[in-house]
């Protein structure tokens, strides 16, 4: 290759990677807002806002430690439901959300905090998680997560 074809293909590198680099960086915002209001949205207790945003099928697996629901309806039914009602004085929040886009697929790597009044106690929660996102129909939708925590220190 003399030296202005080789001038040539690195352009074209260039030229083609910018906008690519470009999409993944929307794609990460557009991520990272996405997941801070599914957080809003479980504080708020808006379940229904959270009915678009996970993906459909009993496929979708959300994992919390050892304890596993088969699809959004099965978790927000059996799970988060109950769990909310019981809750007083929640918050609850993701942050250091770090998305890896990888095409249609993007796996997100975040921590959480997890405040409420239970009965005659108080649990203050932190932790880790990792969601899995999918683009389906030019939205992203959640197909799987994976959260653990512990009692603050």
């Known amino acids: ?14 030229a083609f990677a910018i906008p690519v680099a470009s999409a993944q960086q929307d794609d990460a915002s557009q991520i990272r807002e996405l997941l801070e209001q599914v957080a809003a949205d479980m504080q708020a207790g808006n379940l229904d806002a959270l009915n678009g945003i996970y993906a459909e099928g009993r496929g979708v697996h959300i994992i919390e430690g050892a304890g596993v629901n088969h699809g959004w309806v099965d978790y927000r039914d059996h799970h988060l439901k109950p769990e909310l009602d019981a809750f007083e004085n929640f918050t609850y929040r993701f942050f250091a959300i770090e998305p890896q886009v990888k095409g249609n697929f993007a796996y997100v790597a975040l921590r959480y905090e997890l405040n409420a009044d239970i009965e005659d106690r108080h649990i203050a ?25 512990r009692a603050k220190q």
Request: hydrophobic residues 40%; glycine residues 8%; proline residues 0%.
């Open 1 to 14: 290759m003399n030296q202005k074809s080789t001038f040539t293909y690195i352009a074209l590198l260039v």
């Open 125 to 149: 929660i932190e932790g880790r998680g990792t969601y899995v996102l999918e683009k389906i129909d030019a939205n992203w939708r959640i197909v799987h997560t994976h959260t653990s925590g």
